[in-house]
């Protein structure tokens, strides 16, 4: 199955953390969902596939990968050409956005979009001590902690602090305090996690990362929603 992952030259040992988390949008997934479509007679896309820059995907990108997949626009429901569809029928003959992007519901669809953070510091939390914003989490016992890039100016969304888990490597970790701006605490225990290791806050579930699905449950948000709000507002790259 074709992945959103950049791949292992993103991590490279001994590479300088970068400073911002990324939202990496596959451009094979996003082709592999538009073809999936097209088997089943789909050829045109809706407009609102391009609303809010693609949802966060950058609509340039989607735009080039679905004129190569074969598809065209719907016409305007505000200006339809003559002789076309009604615009209601062409709706619904046009690839859905959850489709194209391969949203948790869209199944089996690709997820094409890939949030990505790093490493920036390792330390040792003693119980009793605090993390980020107000010290509204305190350590119950000796533990060890991340400081890893992404907060809520990035689409990091500050409910996410103390409520779901990002993948360092083959585990899970939670996120734990407050979410700040740029960054936020990650609680590794005795993982081996160093300085500038690859943290995944979601991706793709069937390769045992975690799913965007788990913000949308504990923010009240859309998938949708946090998507767009990730792809607008972390450093966005394409991957192949």
């Known amino acids: 199955m074709s992945s959103p992952d950049p791949g292992p030259d993103v991590w490279a040992e001994g590479a300088a953390p970068l400073s911002s988390p990324v939202a990496w949008i596959s451009r094979a997934a996003l082709a592999a969902n538009a073809r999936a479509a097209r088997s089943e007679g789909i050829r045109l896309f ?28 719907a016409g ?3 200006t339809p050409a003559a002789g076309a569809e009604p615009p209601i029928a062409q709706r619904r003959a046009a690839i859905a956005p959850e489709t194209l992007f391969g949203l948790p519901d869209a199944r089996p669809a690709q997820p094409a979009m890939r949030m990505t953070g790093t490493v920036l510091s390792v330390k040792d939390l003693r119980a009793g001590e605090g993390v980020s914003y107000g010290y ?63 943290v995944v806050f979601f991706g793709d579930p069937a390769r045992g990362e975690p799913s965007v699905r788990d913000w949308a449950r504990v923010t009240a948000m859309s998938v949708m929603e946090l998507i767009t709000t990730a792809g607008l507002r972390a450093v966005r790259q394409v991957a192949p």
């Open 136 to 198: 509204a989490y305190r350590a119950p016992a000796d533990t060890r902690v991340a400081l890893v890039t992404g907060g809520y100016a990035q689409g990091i969304v500050r409910a996410l602090g103390g409520a779901v888990e990002v993948a360092i490597g083959a585990r899970r970790h939670p996120i734990i305090g407050r979410v700040a701006m740029d960054v936020c605490v990650v609680e590794i225990r005795d993982a081996a996690v160093r300085r500038g290791d690859g």
């Open 46 to 73: 809706s407009p609102a596939v391009m609303a809010a820059d693609a949802w966060g995907h950058g609509a340039d990108l989607v735009a080039e990968v679905l004129a190569a997949e074969g598809f065209s626009a």
């Open 76 to 78: 305007d429901p505000g």
